[in-house]
Structures are given as C-alpha cells and as structure tokens.
C-alpha cells in the first residue's frame, strides 16, 4: 500500500516551482507546521505576509480543491502526530487489510518499510545530509547525544560509534533526571543530535530549547509529522515510520544514522583509524573478544 505524502512533504517537494510570494508563504507555514495552517485563510496570510490569493494558488498547487480540503488534511496530520499504539493499531487494521487483504504480514510490513526508505531519502536534501555529517564530525565543538524513552536507542547506536571515531562526546537520555547537568558545560556552536518521534516528549523539548539558548546547534532525527523541536533546529531529518503496527518502524531513522556512520568516519579518517586502533589494543589487552588464530 502506498502511502499518502503530509502536506509538509508536498511543499518541500514544491518549493522549486513556487512564486516567491509563495515560498514565503510555504517557509511560513512550515515553520509552526501543522498548527500554521489551523485558523481562516486570512490569518494564514496575514502571518505570512503574504496576499489571500496567494494562499489559495499555493494550496491548488498543492493538490487540494480549496482551502477547506487543505485543513481538512492538516487536521487529520495533527490527529495522527498524537496517536497512543492502541488507536495506531486499530487504524492500521482497517487501512493496511484494505491495501494488502490476503497478503502476510512479512509481506505488508516489508513493503512499508521500503515505501518508508524510499519516501524518506526523497525528501532529504543531500546538501542538508552533508552539513550534518560535518557538523558532528567538526572535533572543535562537542558533541551532544539525545534520545527518549524508544529513540534512546537510536541514540545509543550513534553515541557507540560517535564515540570511536571522534572525542567529547555525550550521550543524554532525555527521560532521566540528570540531563541538566549535561547542559552546564555547552558552548555556543556544540552540536546537539536530537532524536524525537510522535508522541512527542516535553523533556525533549524543554531540552532542547535550553541547549539552543547556549547558542548550540540542533541536528533534529524526527517522524513525517515533525517533533515541536524542528522549531528550533537548524538541520531537521523527517522519517516515515508508519506500519501495520501498533508500533512505529524505525528503520528508516536506522538507515539515516548508519548512513551519517558512514560519511562521519570518512571526514576524519587519519584521526578516526587511530582511534579505531588504539581500541583494538585495548580490546586484545582485556580479552574482550575471542580469538580463533
């Protein structure tokens, strides 16, 4: 079953046909996405500084009959961003039996888990992608970890080989009580990588707006709904993650971070493999890992 694109990703997948009155109009609704575009079209104008008929060429473009189909869809999103398992698994017994009925479930969720893969890396910009990866590879600025109570651990996966390939790094968990500690010593310019998924975690948050008033840098790993962190982020990588299930897939977050795994280590490759060495010898020294030679 395919599976229906957000409205976000329809602007961004728009943007380079847009009017510049109507970038300026995209840009603001993505901004506080999908509360922006709530109200009367007149708001949405006015907020964005842009005219009405503006507003309303821009919807057409974006596929919708009017304005009221566009809300339509928006309130739809924001229904969906809030979703506990039981409601998502309800949902997706009804949706997913429609598109696949006789199909088993290795098939049906395969098949969204490759639609979730090939949606996600369509919206990624690979320019975006490369700023990223330099940023956490930049040994100049710390490095800040964080992950909540599932994405914890991605975040651990990241942090295990963050850790060998550069120095100051840290991983914070933003559902302890101790990450107020880990914002004393960020400086203007660490980069944090911040991973948040629907439903999304006021720690989180609350984190993250206090490490972006310290002047660090917010690498944000979310879903196609945007966590309330993308607000103040400067990169923001937005996953599918939906499944027959009454669980999100993370896979495509996986990829994501294997991905920025593998151009990390690349940046600083002289200084990575000396790391990467000096490991080794400690690992023969405790016997850490069995040897058949």
Avoid at 174 to 194: K, R, Y
């Amino acid at each position: 079953m395919t599976q229906v694109l957000t409205i976000a990703d329809r602007i961004q997948s728009r943007l380079d046909t847009l009017t510049r009155a109507e970038r300026q109009l995209a840009h603001s609704i993505l901004e506080n996405y999908p509360a922006s575009g709530l109200g009367p079209l007149t708001e949405l104008a006015r907020d964005a500084n842009v005219s009405p008929p503006t507003v309303a060429r821009m919807v057409t473009k974006l596929g919708f009959g009017g304005y009221p189909e566009f809300q339509a869809d928006l309130r739809e999103e924001l229904r969906a961003k809030v979703k506990n398992p039981i409601a998502r698994h309800d949902t997706h017994q009804d949706t997913w039996a429609e598109g696949a009925p006789s199909g088993h479930v290795l098939n049906r969720f395969t098949d969204a888990v490759i639609d979730n893969i090939r949606l996600t890396l369509g919206q990624i910009p690979p320019d975006e992608f490369d700023r990223a990866c330099t940023l956490i590879a930049d040994t100049d600025r710390k490095l800040y970890i964080v992950g909540g109570r599932i994405t914890h651990t991605l975040a651990e996966y990241l942090f295990l080989h963050a850790q060998v390939i550069r120095a100051r790094v840290t991983h914070i968990q933003s559902t302890s009580n101790g990450w107020p500690h880990d914002l004393l010593d960020v400086a203007a310019g660490d980069v944090f990588v911040i991973f948040d998924m629907r439903r999304y975690e006021n720690n989180t948050l609350k984190l993250a707006e206090m490490a972006h008033d310290r002047g660090a840098v917010i690498v944000l790993i979310t879903d196609q709904w945007r966590s309330p962190v993308h607000r103040v982020a400067d990169v923001v990588f937005s996953n599918r993650i939906v499944v027959p299930s009454a669980w999100d897939s993370s896979v495509s977050m996986l990829l994501l971070v294997e991905t920025m795994v593998a151009a990390v280590q690349d940046l600083n490759w002289d200084a990575t493999r000396d790391r990467m060495q000096a490991l080794e010898d400690m690992f023969d020294q405790t016997r850490l890992f069995r040897k058949f030679t």
